[in-house]
């Protein structure tokens, strides 16, 4: 999987197969390891049907639960793009195989495009190192005033001294 391959889906889904998941600017989806390999191999050729032998051969390498495993992939596939608002996002031809029945367009990765759940994990880590030097300036301004006290205290001591 080329690590820097994003597709936009209907113009509002952006499709990350190296982070399995698909994603609109609010909600982001997981994907199963088939279900991306099927929706890569689908956006491959967005307007041509993906024949079902095709898939098979692909995905499940010819293997007798192949079948029921497209079958459950599709479904899959459908629901989470119904989750995202995109109804009828994969279109089945009878006795041929599957396509994708949205727009679907290869675009350059950027890490500025990295999906909400990425983005807010990001800024929690951000978050937690702001909050660490916020409690050590803290914790230095309170020994820096707290041996200011003990210094003015040892100058009161010796003035007191001088007097007495």
């Not at 990350?16 to 991306?36: A, D």
């Not at 050729?45 to 599709?74: F, H």
């Amino acid at each position: 999987m080329n690590t820097h391959l994003k597709f936009i889906i209907d113009s509002q889904i952006t499709f990350l197969p190296h982070l399995f998941q698909i994603s609109t600017e609010s909600h982001v989806v997981q994907l199963s390891q088939k279900e991306t390999a099927l929706l890569e191999l689908l956006c491959a050729t967005p307007t041509a049907p993906v024949e079902r032998s095709t898939i098979i051969k692909e995905i499940w390498n010819d293997q007798a639960a192949s079948d029921i495993g497209l079958n459950k992939a599709i479904l899959g596939l459908r629901r989470k793009f119904e989750s995202l608002g995109a109804r009828d996002a994969i279109r089945t031809i009878p006795r041929v195989g599957y396509v994708l029945n949205v727009v679907a367009t290869k675009a350059p990765f950027h890490t500025a495009s990295l999906p909400l759940e990425k983005k807010l994990k990001n800024k929690k880590h951000t978050t937690a190192a702001f909050v660490l030097i916020v409690a050590i300036l803290i914790s230095i301004t309170s020994i820096t005033i707290f041996l200011n006290k003990q210094n003015d205290i040892s100058f009161d001591e010796i003035d007191k001294g001088k007097n007495g």
